[in-house]
């Protein structure tokens, strides 16, 4: 992600991200409320400069929109269910809920959450969004993968 365009939104969202991943990864270990709140710390913390690969003097300041975070994390767990099945439709045979990477997973779950109870913000900021935050975090193929679901549910669903 082009790093003069991470805004308190783009950061809000991979901030969700990654929420619903470790949330994933460490079930039964942690609840959302613990994991969502570590990730508002960590967003507070002046390391996370150096995570972005921004230097001391950079202008570019970093910070999330700590309710939008929460609205995402919140939407996408209570609704996980309906959120899978959406995402379960898009998968060709041979990928089954279960065997998706996990940080795809993340990925499509907060993304499909986002177009499904979010309207107020454009379908294509969201698709071209969760597009530009996994060419960060995931192969070519599962970019194209991230933009495909996104843009089919979007169009059907519009």
């Not at 269910?81 to 940080?103: A, C, H």
Request: charged share 30%; net charge negative; proline share 2%.
């Amino acid at each position: 992600m082009n790093k003069s365009q991470l805004n308190t939104k783009s950061l809000s969202r991979i901030a969700a991200i990654q929420t619903i991943y470790q949330y994933e990864n460490y079930k039964g270990e942690s609840d959302i409320e613990g994991l969502l709140l570590r990730m508002i710390e960590f967003y507070k913390d002046s390391d996370v400069r150096s995570d972005h690969e921004l230097n001391k003097d950079s202008k570019l300041k970093i910070r999330l929109s700590k309710n939008y975070l929460q609205e995402l994390v919140k939407f996408t767990h209570e609704n996980i269910e309906e959120i899978d099945s959406i995402i379960q439709q898009y998968l060709v045979k041979e990928w089954t809920i279960e065997t998706l990477p996990k940080l795809l997973h993340a990925m499509l779950r907060v993304g499909v959450c986002e177009l499904k109870y979010f309207p107020e913000t454009p379908r294509k900021v969201i698709i071209n969004e969760y597009t530009d935050i996994s060419s960060d975090m995931l192969d070519d193929g599962e970019i194209g993968f991230v933009n495909s679901v996104l843009d089919k549910y979007a169009a059907e669903n519009g």
